[in-house]
């Protein structure tokens, strides 16, 4: 048996090590074995190098486990009420609302606790939750099916498949996955218009219009930019011949089993209720949030639908974390690339989350006006945090954190 540290951050600011037996197999016990002796945290996958790209730096490639069968059983008893008590620890210490899914081989686990929404009604497990930057994972997992069946190639010019009128500044397909398109986040004006009308959504034209001119040359740095993301959705409309929102649901959701309550929020789908609604510190009024049948509202969920779009439950986004890594949805070759890290940590759609208190983790932090999201997989243990907090900038990961430690040996 190898040995996994889990670190745990704490409310009082504080950290604690404690110690996780985890089952680990050829290489990966012999990896952890030798980590646990040095005294440093196992490494939960195998990592390889890559070729070195244009600006000097080298991408790696994790090479993940298989994951087993969705579990259907749930953690023991003892174990849930530890869980629990994490979330009510996190309303103690200010935030409004907590909603919260674990799964691991041995059993699945979701809770909730504070006030969800202005009417003060209680934070429930099933409540829609705008996930914010998770949908980039979503966009990208897509494109990786695209080119499993030979619809498109990474290495092309995304410029392939976009409209002449759309700059993509020369990037490939894998550059705009890895956010190296040298493409800024947005435009001077972009950030303005949701609140215009928070119950129009943006259009095709509108959303081309704001497309930024080039920062730098494609390939030369990473630069976090939801338009590229919003281009790769684009790509995805024409290779498929179908809205993003429809290609998301029969190339991803549906083989992995998801319920009709994880989607692409647009018109044509709306977002089904109940709603996970802020409840103070917000940007925009109150009363914006659930216009146009969306969260935060229709006009913020469709202005850049391939990066901050996706809306849906926790235990939603979880048991859909748990399909991809079980090889469900794509590859374990192209979960491979999604977790394909730069020299910063960062993947192409799946990032590295050691510098966010959570080692061994892979996953994405998704924020927007009245909320934070946060999903974490832990290959190496086969574990899945999913955390939603109804606070922009909420502390989301020492959530997780503390939920991972509560887990126990």
Known sequence: MGVTMRRSTRWSGGASWRMRTAGAVGAMALAAAVASCSGAPAAPIRTVMGGPRPDGSVESFARVMTFPQLPTASVPRSTAAELDAVLTSSVEHGFPAVMAAVIEADGLWSGAAGADGPEGRPAAVHDEFAMGGITRLFTAALVMRLAERGELQLDDPLSSYLPDDID???????????????????????????????????????????????????????????????????????????????????????????????????????????????????????????????????????????????????????EWAWQLFAGKIVSLSSVDRLIALDDAGT???????????????????????????????????????????????????????????????
């Open 347 to 409: 993947g192409s759609g799946l990032d590295d989350l050691t510098d966010h208190g959570l080692p061994g983790a892979y996953g994405h932090i998704g924020s927007m006006d009245g909320y934070q999201s946060l999903l974490a997989v832990f290959p190496g243990d086969q574990t899945v945090i999913v955390v939603f907090a109804t606070q922009r900038d909420a502390a989301v990961e020492a959530v997780a954190a503390d939920l991972e430690d509560a887990l126990g040996p």
């Open 168 to 318: 993509s500044n020369g990037a490939t397909v894998l550059q705009a996955l890895q956010m190296r398109s040298g493409l800024p986040d947005g435009s001077p004006s972009s950030g303005a218009k949701p609140t215009a009308d928070p119950s129009r959504p943006w259009t095709r034209a509108e959303l081309t219009a704001e497309f930024p001119e080039p920062a730098v040359p494609a390939g030369r740095e990473y630069i976090h930019s939801d338009p590229t993301y919003t281009m790769l959705g684009l790509a995805v409309e024409t290779v498929t011949g179908l809205p993003l929102a429809e290609a998301i649901r029969t190339s991803l959701l549906d083989p992995a089993g998801s319920s009709s309550s994880l989607l692409l929020q647009g018109t044509a789908t709306p977002t089904p209720r109940p709603w996970a609604l802020p409840i103070s510190g917000t940007d925009e009024p109150i009363a914006t949030f659930g216009a146009g049948a969306a969260l935060p509202n229709l006009a913020e969920a469709t202005s850049s639908p391939g990066a901050s779009g996706m809306a849906g439950t926790a235990p939603d986004l979880a």
